[in-house]
């Protein structure tokens, strides 16, 4: 068995980490962590700290850092055998010290996408709260209007997606990464794409995957359907 290998994608909310780790998962055979994924998880077993995480995350805040990493440090540790891609965690520098005691990154990716792009992309957004299941009304529209593709049951929109919301929670992303992205800087394992369309940024990221992983043997590399 081959060494596993560890990834981070880093980005404002609505860059497209969600979208881009589905594709690495699909094209090079890496298991997709979304740390929001466990929160719901958590949060509909009515664990310890799902219960806690709620509070915060109906205000709209971020979870305390001993509460994600309580949940999470534990997820990645039973993980001996599969390559994985962390996404939504670390979202704090203490997130981050906190990873790094725990395991060895192999890769971090960090998007760039300008500010108004963000704001238009989320405010577009549509959730299939059950399985996580992301639409977006021009890029990725459901087959039927308001509806999931697979289960056909409705689609919502995050509150915190809402466009009063939105703004502020871009600006305390800025504060609250800065420093995150500067540590992977430093260690050397940053990679950084800067664009509006997923699209145009897919085709260097999957390059630098397959540099450093070979490609998943049951898939073909993911080919955008526009
Ligand atoms: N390390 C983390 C990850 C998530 N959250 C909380 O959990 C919510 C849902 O997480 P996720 O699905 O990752 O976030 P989104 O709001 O969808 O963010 P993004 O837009 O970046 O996907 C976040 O809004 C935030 O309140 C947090 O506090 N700390
Ligand atoms: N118009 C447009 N929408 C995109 C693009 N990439 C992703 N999206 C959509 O933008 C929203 C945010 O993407 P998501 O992957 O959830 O980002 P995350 O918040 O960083 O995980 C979703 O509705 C996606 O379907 C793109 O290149 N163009």
């Not at 994600?68 to 001996?80: A, D, G, N």
């Not at 639409?135 to 087959?143: A, E, I, L, M």
């Not at 997923?198 to 260097?204: A, F, G, K, L």
Request: glycine share 6%; net charge neutral; hydrophobic share 40%.
């Amino acid at each position: 068995m081959s060494r596993i290998f560890r990834a981070v994608i880093l980005g404002p909310p609505g860059s497209g980490k969600g979208t881009i780790s589905e594709r690495i998962a699909q094209s090079f055979g890496l298991q997709h962590l979304s740390s929001g994924d466990f929160l719901r998880e958590n949060i509909a077993a009515k664990t310890e700290a799902g219960v806690l995480a709620k509070t915060y995350i109906e205000k709209g805040l971020l979870v305390p850092d001993h509460v994600m990493t309580r949940l999470v440090l534990p997820r990645l540790e039973e993980i001996t055998r599969h390559s994985w891609l962390l996404d939504g965690f670390p979202r704090t520098l203490a997130q981050a010290h906190a990873l790094d005691i725990a395991c060895d990154l192999d890769l971090v990716i960090s998007l760039n996408v300008p500010f108004e792009t963000l704001k238009e992309r989320l405010s577009h957004r549509w959730i299939h709260p059950a399985s996580g299941r992301v639409y977006n009304k021009g890029f990725n529209p459901p087959r039927v209007k308001g509806v999931d593709d697979i289960t056909g049951e409705p689609l919502i929109q995050h509150e915190d997606d809402k466009p009063m919301a939105l703004v502020a929670r871009l600006r305390h992303y800025k504060d609250v990464a800065k420093p995150v992205i500067d540590l992977y800087k430093s260690k050397g394992i940053l990679h950084t794409f800067s664009d509006t369309e997923t699209d145009r940024i897919w085709p260097y990221i999957s390059t630098l995957f397959s540099t450093k992983i070979p490609m998943h043997q049951a898939d073909t590399h993911y080919a955008p359907s526009h």
